[in-house]
């Protein structure tokens, strides 16, 4: 079993920055994408960034130019760096990583998700 763990969630101010960080742990190969996604209270899960195995990253337009997702496969741990966060941004944070399990198998994991919060 893999599991994903997340921290770095906070209250902040408008303006300010955060950085989140998600690892994983338990048995697998390797890890091949990496990803943020949130979900504010009444909306639909989202995708916020994500990264490949070969750093080729994508965001949601919404966060491009504001925030970095990066990724340290020996640590195999993503991170996500939140600057100029907006009150918009309020939303429960949560990893994704699509872990290769055996040569031929792959398989999506989730973390429990952090909760962000930016007040104006």
């Known amino acids: 079993q893999v599991q994903l763990v997340e921290s770095g969630g906070d209250l902040v101010q408008a303006g300010g920055s955060l950085r989140l960080s998600c690892a994983a742990s338990g048995s697998m190969l390797s890890i091949n994408a990496m990803g943020w996604y949130r979900q504010a209270p009444g909306k639909e899960r989202e995708l916020v960034a994500r990264?490949?195995?070969?750093?080729?990253?994508t965001y949601a337009n919404s966060v491009k130019g504001r925030f970095t997702i990066s990724r340290d496969n020996a640590r195999n741990t993503v991170y996500l760096q939140m600057n100029s966060l907006e009150p918009e941004d309020t939303a429960v944070y949560f990893c994704?990583?699509?872990?290769?399990?055996?040569?031929?198998?792959?398989?999506?994991?989730w973390g429990q998700g952090t909760q962000v919060t930016v007040s104006s």
């Open positions: 994704n990583m699509n872990v290769k399990k055996t040569l031929f198998s792959r398989k999506e994991y």
């Open positions: 990264i490949t195995s070969g750093d080729d990253t």
